[in-house]
């Protein structure tokens, strides 16, 4: 079975006018403008954050979360072991967070890291500063 090609078939595309031409590359720039002006106008006013930004923001508010139900249990936990209020009263302010990291290494099956400390110590200062105010 032989196939055979005829070197006279021509077949004719769709032709485009000159006007639609002319058109179109204005409308292609017209475009891409138009593309870069909502990038901009949708990061700077807009909200829009990228990828890593976003994770950044789900990992902080996850920490801060945390944190606001953590820090009274270590508050609680660390006024009520011997001789933590002692040696925090008597501890410069920028190492409390060393004491409560000392006392506490716990709180409700979390580990004791630096920020939990450094707010916990925070916390324990204001309480303190309070019960002090009382008296």
Request: glycine share 8%; proline share 3%; net charge positive.
């Amino acid at each position: 079975m032989k196939i055979l090609f005829s070197s006279n078939l021509k077949v004719k595309f769709m032709e485009i006018s000159k006007e639609t031409r002319a058109a179109v590359k204005p409308a292609c720039w017209g475009a891409v403008g138009g593309a870069i002006a909502l990038a901009i106008v949708g990061f700077t006013w807009g909200g829009w954050v990228t990828g890593g930004t976003a994770k950044n923001m789900v990992s902080t508010a996850t920490t801060n979360g945390q944190q606001s139900v953590l820090v009274p249990l270590c508050v609680a936990q660390f006024m009520t072991t011997d001789g933590a209020v002692i040696k925090i009263k008597a501890t410069p302010a920028y190492n409390h967070d060393d004491v409560v990291r000392e006392f506490v290494k716990k709180v409700v099956d979390t580990p004791m890291d630096y920020s939990l400390a450094r707010a916990c110590a925070a916390a324990v200062d204001e309480s303190l500063a309070k019960s002090a105010a009382k008296s």
